[in-house]
């Protein structure tokens, strides 16, 4: 018998026994929907978060971020020395591995798979601002760090390329997006107890919430106040934003000593400011042009990525647009210099950054640091650490005054200090000194050739002796991963298992209701295989049907949910990775609106598969049904 | 053309045994028909079902032009069917769900004929019985007699030399019954066919040239009867 006569006996049975064959047809529809939806969206949530998490194209994989724990010797007011004294602040490459060196470099570039590597420090400036993130505020830029392109893909997958005359490319730190501003409530002096941090025996006794708690609440007492501002970060990135590296730093309005009864804030007045402020220009315009050094250099600047880490507070530029910047800072102070300044007042009455041939340093390098470290705000007016990092308290009356009024920071000059005697040179008048000056630095960026090295690497710097702890973000993609592989399989053996039992139930059930039809075919003639035949493609044509109408349905349905999902995604992702990567890529929404059509078409012979096998064995039944016993039962 | 020898038929249940065909034999020449006649429960059915390759014999043979009907496997056995006989069933049996032409038209597909060369000669067929202008209705849509009428030209569709008729209008009004009788015996003439009928109406097996009577079982009598029409 033809197979397209039993065909054709099995559109005439559907057409005249419809309500019956729903019965099979839409449990089908049904699975082969829900399959198709979920597989789709499996396979964009697999690439999404693969995109997220590995960053562009898995290139954030291929660096490491090694940085340097710094340890905070002897609390406030320790082994920090003040601005006045002269010499060194003591940061140089031989002092306690405060920061890396070169040395530390060239140990890491040793080590196999090590493509690149590049330290990473904070430009010395130390009134910088950038204005045009926020309409209403202009926040300050006080660690601004240069980094190659190379590394750049650790955050940003923009074009991070500066050419001279174009808007720089930046990478911002939204804790940088702060606003501080003063709260006096009319008081002109606030004195907060601090007993509840200072005493070592009570620290000993609280958890860290309710130490949380306490400086919480100590802050909030004192006037100074930092609020986070809120940001959108798609609308931020490709923005033109304007950089500003200011002149003299802004004289402190306000300063801290220790008394008895604890932390005391006085506010300086109007008139002692006024003075101050003449004096200092009094001072400086002995041998610069005051306006001149004074005037804002500005850099255009256009964002390409907002990072959101615990660990950094820095804001990234290309390293060529970093030591332009370095090299017109320096370049600004030569320029407005009127006369040479007397070698007695360098690094006395004037302070700048200082050059032994070999480093060019900050008084303030470490300080700044310090202040991006612990996300400090404020222009060098305090020095704010946490109270439970040092190791003890003073409690005695040390005072802190930064503002000494006879010495002055002036932006932009380098003096020039032996390297061993650490005694004033002079000044030095090379503006690209910054270039050829070695770095230190705490933070080692490392790229590796491949990612598959990234274990042997992390090992190797383990060994060398650079503590590394691999955030293993590639561990947690691998989890979130195998969730959605199970996830997959699982569907899978859903799908197989429920088509199988549907196409078995309902098949068996329309054989045993078609005895008679049955007993007819077979008294006129039909052959047991044709029996047979007639059954299977009966369930095929059934299964076909429902194939069709589920696979269209599926597809809508995954397309029109492909919203709801991107949003799903999104806050599952700022839950769970977002909390501990450096940056997380934005996704396209589009990517939800891709159909697995590779499983779609496993599905299909896997579905087809199972109803030619599985349709077998009622149909088998059916074969064997004798006309004698199917026309008696009439 | 016929032959049935020793043909029997036991059911065995358990330890008690039926026997519903008892040993019974005859021969028919090509053409010829036979009623079988005899009162219910005699085994009428069976044998029917055992000559028409539907109902295993327990031992006997029956032999068609020479070929044993139930030697090979199924798929030899029905195609020998689907070739040979036609049957027509007192509950009609039509599929619910095809037309009057398209119930024709089964046994030429199994056959193996395209659907066009079917539903040509089904046309046909269904003029003979006169039922050209319901070739498109379903069973539903038709009275009994004309369901019957498709039954017969059903039968009739491979061209069988043999049409097994089970009673074939037993449920049919008398009129209708008159009818269906004169459509199959004028038509089995006409092609040489040999009708081996069923039936409790003596008026019927008056008019068929072998009459069988069976009782429990067994052949009570067996008449060779010449019809004044043959």
């Known amino acids: ?634 | 053309m016929i032959k049935v020898e020793s043909l029997t038929k036991t059911y065995t249940d358990g330890r008690s045994k039926v026997v519903a065909l008892d040993n019974i034999s005859l021969e028919l020449e090509q053409g010829d028909d036979l009623a079988i006649v005899g009162p219910s429960g005699s085994g009428k059915t069976t044998l029917l079902q055992l000559m028409g390759g539907i109902n295993r014999p327990t031992s006997g043979t029956v032999t068609i032009h020479n070929r044993d009907v139930w030697a090979g496997n199924d798929n030899t056995i029905s195609k020998f069917r689907n070739e040979t006989m036609g049957f027509v069933f007192q509950m009609i049996y039509l599929q619910e769900y095809l037309t009057a032409i398209e119930n024709v038209m089964i046994p030429m597909l199994i056959a193996g004929k395209s659907q066009a060369e079917a539903r040509k000669h089904a046309l046909e067929l269904l003029a003979k019985v006169d039922l050209q202008d319901r070739s498109e209705h379903l069973p539903k849509e038709m009275s009994g007699g004309e369901m019957q009428r498709v039954g017969v030209a059903r039968a009739l569709s491979n061209n069988p030399k043999i049409i097994f008729a089970d009673e074939p209008t037993g449920k049919l009004d008398k009129k209708n019954s008159k009818n269906i009788i004169k459509i199959l015996t004028d038509i089995a003439k006409q092609e040489n066919m040999s009708v081996i009928m069923i039936t409790h109406d003596e008026s019927i097996a008056k008019d068929f040239n072998n009459i069988l009577w069976l009782e429990h079982g067994k052949m009570k009598n067996f008449a060779k009867n010449t019809r004044s029409t043959k």
């Not at chain 1, 006569?5 to 099979?24: E, G, P, T, V």
């Not at chain 1, 499983?599 to 579905?607: E, P, Q």
């Open chain 1, 1 to 634: 018998m033809k197979i397209s006569s039993l065909f054709f006996i099995n559109i005439k049975k559907l057409k005249n026994q419809m309500k019956k064959a729903l019965f099979l047809i839409i449990p089908i529809t049904l699975i082969v929907m829900l399959a198709t939806i979920i597989t789709s969206h499996t396979a964009n949530f697999q690439k999404a978060a693969s995109e997220a998490i590995l960053g562009t194209a898995q290139e954030q994989n291929t660096i490491l971020k090694i940085e340097k724990t710094i340890e905070f010797p002897g609390g406030m007011g320790g082994s920090q020395s003040s601005p006045t004294s002269s010499g060194n602040s003591g940061s140089s490459s031989n002092s306690q591995s405060r920061s890396f060196s070169e040395y530390d470099l060239n140990i890491i570039n040793a080590i196999e798979h090590v493509k690149a590597t590049q330290m990473t420090s904070s430009l010395p400036i130390s009134n910088a601002t950038i204005d045009g993130i926020f309409d209403d505020t202009t926040i300050s830029a006080n660690s601004i760090v240069g980094i190659d392109a190379e590394m750049a893909s650790l955050y940003t997958d923009q074009d991070f390329t500066y050419s001279e005359g174009e808007a720089i490319p930046v990478i911002l730190n939204a804790s940088t997006f702060t606003k501080t501003y003063e709260e006096w409530n009319g008081q002109e002096e606030i004195t907060i107890d601090m007993s509840a941090m200072g005493q070592p025996g009570s620290r000993g006794d609280m958890t860290q919430e309710e130490m949380d708690t306490t400086r919480e609440n100590l802050e909030n007492q004192m006037p100074i106040k930092t609020q986070a501002l809120d940001y959108n970060e798609s609308e931020l990135i490709g923005k033109e934003i304007e950089l500003s590296i200011n002149g003299l730093d802004d004289l402190a309005t306000y300063t801290i000593s220790m008394s008895s009864e604890g932390m005391v804030f006085t506010k300086v007045s109007e008139d002692q400011l006024a003075t101050s402020e003449q004096t200092r220009q009094d001072s400086i315009s002995q041998y610069w042009d005051y306006d001149k050094l004074n005037e804002a250099i500005t850099y255009k600047l256009v964002v390409v990525g907002v990072i959101e880490s615990q660990q950094d507070s820095s804001t990234y530029i290309p390293t060529e647009a970093a030591n332009q910047i370095m090299t017109d800072y320096i370049q600004r102070e030569i320029d407005a210099r009127t006369t040479d300044v007397p070698i007695d007042e360098l690094n006395a009455v004037y302070n700048g950054l200082s050059y032994d041939g070999y480093e060019l340093e900050s008084d303030q390098t470490e300080q700044i640091m310090r202040n991006a470290q612990f996300g400090a705000q404020g222009n060098g007016a305090m020095m704010m650490g946490r109270p439970d990092e040092s190791s003890q308290t003073s409690g005695n009356a040390t005072s802190i005054e930064f503002t000494d009024t006879e010495s002055y920071n002036i932006p932009g000059l380098v003096i020039e200090v032996d390297a061993d005697t650490g005694d004033v040179i002079g000044q030095y008048s090379d503006a690209t000194v910054y270039k050829s000056s070695a770095k230190s630095s705490q933070t080692i960026l490392v790229k590796i050739d491949s990612i598959s090295n990234r274990d042997d690497v992390v090992s190797a710097i383990n060994d060398a002796g650079y503590s590394y702890q691999d955030f293993n973000n590639l561990e947690m993609f691998g989890s979130i991963d195998q969730t959605l592989q199970t996830i997959t399989i699982s569907i899978s053996i859903a799908f197989i298992v429920l088509s199988m039992g549907v196409i078995i139930i309902t098949m068996s059930k329309f054989v045993s209701e078609s005895k008679k039809e049955i007993g007819i075919f077979r008294a006129i003639g039909m052959t047991k295989s044709g029996i047979r035949t007639l059954f299977v493609s009966q369930a095929a044509i059934y299964t076909m049907i429902g194939y069709l109408i589920g696979a269209v349905l599926g597809i809508v349905l995954a397309i029109s949910i492909s919203g709801l999902i991107y949003n799903w995604f999104n806050s599952a992702i700022s839950n769970t990775v977002g909390q501990g990567f450096e940056v997380v890529n934005t996704i396209e929404s589009s990517i939800f609106m891709n159909i697995s059509w590779s499983s779609l078409g496993i599905y299909t012979l896997i579905l087809a598969a199972i109803t030619i096998l599985v349709s077998l064995i009622p149909a088998n039944q059916a074969s064997k049904i004798s006309p004698v016993e199917a026309l008696l039962s009439e």
